[in-house]
């Protein structure tokens, strides 16, 4: 029986796959790539720039963008079941966009495969705020700072933003335009920088909220430092 890999491709740039990434892409029978309404996937399109994929078997497998919990876990229980008749014959490697231990889908359907007798196995990689900070040139945290990670939207939002420490916000999707509108609220928009398309060609820095003027993509990453603007 072969093994699943959840493959971490990093952060854009192909230059930040890890060089075990590389060796169980290059080495696994098949690339199973996640997609969302049947679109080319973008973490494919970085792991074929570091890695060679060309003699690869490739399968798709498409995934919902919806919070329907019932329809998630039919969906998931689906791709389970078809990565696990792959595994029989093959090792499977997932090429996921950014460190597929935040926020990754592949971490519940990886339990599910295990479930059944398989084996399933993690790569680590850059995150996404990671390389946005080293596209910013500045720390998340230094000494005893606090990090905080935030999906927009989560339950106390708003008062998380209060708590003491950078705060990074990922999983804005099309609000991006409404979270800036809180933090311009909250006296923030000097302290906040925003990272749309972190090591793509088509990467935009802004050092601050002030410096962005039109709509933001799905691929954006807010930091915000510790002090307010008023501070």
Known sequence: MGTLYGVSVG???????TLR?????????VIAVPRTHGENSLALSIAEQAADLSRKRKVYLDLPMCRDREALDRNYDETAEMLCGLLESDDVAVPTLG???????????AQRVEKRGFKAEICAGVTSFSAAADALGKPLCLGSEPLHIL????GDFEKLLDLSGTKVVMKTGSKSSELIALLR??????????????????????????????????????????????T
Do not use: H
């Open 99 to 109: 460190d597929i231990s935040v926020y990754s889908t592949f971490s519940r359907i």
């Open 11 to 17: 952060a854009g740039d192909p230059g930040l796959m």
């Open 185 to 230: 609220k909250k006296g923030l928009a000097l302290r906040t920088s925003v990272i749309e398309n972190c090591g793509l060609e088509n990467e935009r820095i802004f050092g601050s909220l002030d410096e962005v003027t039109d709509d933001l993509g799905y691929f954006t990453v807010f930091i915000i430092g510790e002090c307010s603007d008023e």
């Open 151 to 154: 999906p927009y939207g989560c």
């Open 21 to 29: 990434a590389v060796r169980i892409m290059e080495s696994c029978g």
